[in-house]
């Protein structure tokens, strides 16, 4: 009898604390219920949840989400690609992957994604964040402008750390992850912008000094615009993105795009490069009337001639 009541009072102990988190409630997220899941996913962001993963049932998307403040994982239901219910979810629910922006606790050279990710503190903690093209203006994004104090890169890139804006002053060029910044010629805490090349990319830059094999002109790929005629929120990007709701121009946000000479893009409504997709080789001022039409990008697919 007794190992009877330690076996139903294990399963009873078991089954509150997976109601405790798979029930409690998010209070600070009652106001998304009903909004488009675009402008919920920038207002998560917004409010510093970072996104580790999606996940597809039936008529519902669960999204996982980490709360900054206090590390817990958040699980998002869409319906209807609008936001229904909020709750928090056990912590391995968003320990099976990671978003482009996050919390990290080591270097990674995983080229299926590559790029270089900086981190606030040192030996790649902290609030962190990858970046697979250039950033002329830290302050646009998670992570900031001079706070990055460790930096870990994918294999076959490289990066300069500038220390004012536009790429101008002092930079540290890292072709290895660092777990500390101090000692560098741009120091920790620095960081104001940011170049970033991969697999043989390069340019001359306006010092007259080429970076990288085989090429001549800036960065190359395709950039994203918010607005139509290239205005408003942009984002560059030279490599592939299955997600959009990851990246700082969001998805279903684009209205216009710029491509790079010698480099073609196509534009899908879905995740996973799925749905009708609309393929650019040249800029486009508006994408109303294409066929993924403007404010419906959530892939991307990017070539470039080497």
């Known amino acids: 009898m007794r190992t009877i009541a330690r076996i139903l009072a294990g399963v009873v102990g078991f089954a509150a604390a997976a109601t405790l988190f798979a029930q409690y409630p998010v209070g600070d997220l009652h106001d998304l219920i009903g909004v488009r899941a675009s402008h919920g996913d920038n ?32 699980s998002v239901r869409s319906a209807k690609n609008r936001y ?14 990671s978003g482009q922006i996050g919390y990290s606790g080591g270097a990674s050279d995983d080229s299926s994604s590559p790029g270089v990710t900086l981190h606030r503190d040192l030996n790649f903690a902290g609030v ?32 300069r750390l500038y220390q004012h804006l536009n790429y101008e002053g002092a930079y540290t060029e890292v072709s290895s992850s660092m777990g500390d910044l101090r000692g560098s010629k741009v120091g920790d805490d620095s960081a104001t912008s940011l170049q970033v ?39 560059a990007f030279a490599s592939d993105v299955p997600d959009l709701r990851v990246s700082r121009i969001g998805d279903d946000q684009a209205t216009s795009v710029s491509v790079s000479r010698g480099c073609q893009a196509r534009l899908y409504p879905h995740l996973n490069y799925e749905g009708a997709y609309t393929e650019v080789s040249s800029s486009m001022t508006d994408l109303r009337g294409s066929k993924v039409g403007d404010d419906s990008a959530t892939s991307l697919k990017v070539r470039c001639d080497r």
């Open 43 to 74: 207002q998560m962001r917004e409010r510093g949840y970072t996104l580790v993963r999606t996940v597809k049932q039936g008529a519902n998307e669960f999204s996982y989400w980490r709360e900054s403040r206090s590390g817990r994982c958040v």
């Open 84 to 97: 229904a219910a909020f709750s928090y979810v056990p912590p391995a629910e968003c320990g099976g992957g």
């Open 128 to 159: 962190s964040e990858a970046f697979a093209s250039d950033v002329p203006d830290l302050r646009v994004s998670r992570i900031g402008d001079d706070h990055a104090t460790s930096v870990s890169v994918s294999r076959g890139c490289r990066a």
């Open 197 to 235: 090349r991969c697999d043989g990319w390069g340019w001359n830059d306006e010092r007259g000094d080429a970076w990288g094999a085989g090429g001549s002109s800036a960065s190359r790929g395709v950039t994203l615009y918010r607005d139509p005629k290239f205005a408003g929120v942009s984002e």
